[in-house]
């Protein structure tokens, strides 16, 4: 036996509510983070991710108290990301309770941060997120790829997936795992949200490139994608959301699901 | 009641260790030196931060050096913790505490490091802090190092990755898991009792 593949709830969080906006429009309540966590964590969760996604900095304050709670009630590691911007706010989550620190918008803008924060607390504390979106506008210092007889390069995206930075999201994790990145979690603009699959081309390239481990996210709507994801690329991680938040398939139903199909998971 | 410390080295979650620890029924102080009276049956060495920092913070901030104030002791290592107990690592420069002989090397190359997630524990020998637990229970490891002990008999389990890496050292009154019991879900919490047993011994 070796290493599972991991299936992680992931949990927006807003002003201390689980939401989770359908098809980017209306945020429906899906629930109280502590409650939720419990419910997971107790189904069979591999992790949890935590996204605040609270609009301003003094409502994230909250943030704390909601970290100690959750940390209280689980017993598998979570990490916790949104608007971590410096050393000080990364340390306040994990002396809290959390095991990682998600970082995203704060790594693109002070890249020394990531190494700041591996020296202090390890490196498999530091979570880089990445939001990538297809750019159809190539020029030769991106790597490209072609789908559809149309070319492309993925470029990151911050503030919440509002912002481009021109930076190529293939070159961005290299540097991210030299400046001392534990792992990554890598969401889809193009797919997050349709219920249509992970981008596999994504997430096997930025597999490829790294040699740490990395978590699909952006698509997932059924147990079958993961199934994809995971035979498609060697990608260590599905994380998904609306799947689990609304009873469709239960953690344990959908692992059972893989586990039936040959992939390999904790039961 | 059994009354058992944390060392801070201050860098990272050791919130949730303390948690799993009363849940069970622990008292728990975070201890930072060994200065003061040593009113504990156990001591815990967190899995958190990096080895250098970590050493220092055990050698540098207390009169009284570990040993000495360990004695007999039991001791539970857990990831970094338990790569304290070797002679040296390659993570960094310092001396470790060596209490058990041999020392601490990086994952080989070719596997993706760290080594994270959940993996199956294929137990060698019968062991004190393994009591309960059966073959092939899942852990929690996330580690770039492994520990290769001089000796083959103080590991009672071993996971695999690639490699054979040592995953339960028991030595003496010294216990480490390369992984973390507080994250390890039911099997974990079986350990952390084991643990508190042989602290009220």
């Not at chain 1, 492309?152 to 293939?170: L, S």
């Not at chain 2, 200065?35 to 967190?46: K, T, V």
């Not at chain 2, 919490?189 to 009220?200: D, Q, R």
Request: with cysteine.
């Amino acid at each position: 036996m070796t290493l599972t593949k991991r299936i992680i709830p992931c949990l927006d969080v807003k002003n201390g509510r689980v939401v989770k906006g359908l098809n980017f429009e209306s945020i429906k309540d899906a629930g109280d983070p502590v409650e939720l966590a419990e419910k997971y964590s107790s189904e069979g969760a591999d992790e949890l991710v935590f996204l605040d996604i609270t609009a301003s900095d003094e409502q994230r304050k909250t943030i704390k108290d909601l970290v100690r709670k959750v940390a209280s009630v689980i017993d598998i590691p979570f990490t916790v990301g949104g608007g971590v911007k410096s050393l000080e706010d990364a340390r306040n989550i994990l002396l809290n309770g959390a095991d990682k620190v998600g970082i995203n918008t704060g790594a693109i803008k002070n890249p020394k941060v990531i190494t700041e924060l591996m020296e202090l607390f390890g490196r498999q504390c530091v979570v880089i997120a990445i939001d990538a979106k297809r750019n159809y506008h190539t020029d030769d210092s991106k790597n490209i790829f072609i789908e559809n007889d149309k070319q492309f390069w993925f470029e990151v995206f911050i503030y919440g997936g509002k912002e481009g930075t021109g930076i190529d999201v293939i070159q961005w994790v290299k540097d991210a795992e030299e400046l001392g990145a534990g792992e990554i979690l890598l969401t889809s603009i193009d797919k997050d949200g349709t219920k249509d699959g992970y981008d596999i081309l994504l997430t096997k390239n930025v597999v490829n490139s790294v040699t740490i481990p990395v978590i699909a996210s952006g698509g997932c709507g059924k147990p079958d994608d993961m199934i994809n994801v995971f035979k498609e690329s060697n990608v260590d991680a599905a994380l998904a959301a609306s799947i689990f938040h609304y009873e469709t398939h239960g953690v344990n139903g959908v692992k059972s699901y893989l586990k039936d199909r040959n992939i390999s998971v904790r039961l | 009641m059994v009354n058992v410390a944390i060392f801070d080295y201050g860098a990272g979650n050791i919130f949730s260790l303390k948690n799993s620890l009363e849940k069970i029924g622990a008292t728990v102080n975070v201890i930072t030196n060994f200065d003061d009276e040593n009113i504990h049956s156990g001591l815990l060495l967190p899995g958190v931060g990096n080895f250098d920092p970590a050493m220092n913070g055990i050698r540098n901030f207390s009169k009284i050096q570990f040993k000495e104030y360990v004695g007999n002791m039991p001791v539970l290592g857990i990831c970094l913790g338990m790569e304290m107990f070797f002679g040296k690592s390659e993570e960094g420069k310092e001396k470790g505490l060596n209490v058990i002989d041999g020392e601490v090397i990086v994952l080989p190359s070719g596997m993706k490091v760290p080594h994270m997630g959940w993996n199956n524990l294929e137990i060698k020998k019968p062991g004190k802090i393994l009591e309960g637990v059966a073959n092939g229970s899942w852990a929690y490891f996330v580690h770039s190092y492994r520990v290769k002990p001089n000796s083959n008999d103080v590991i009672t389990a071993e996971s695999d990755y690639g490699i054979k890496v040592p995953a339960v050292v028991e030595h003496d009154n010294f216990f480490g898991t390369q992984f973390h019991p507080e994250k390890s879900s039911i099997v974990g919490k079986i350990m952390l009792e084991n643990f508190l047993k042989e602290c009220k011994k």
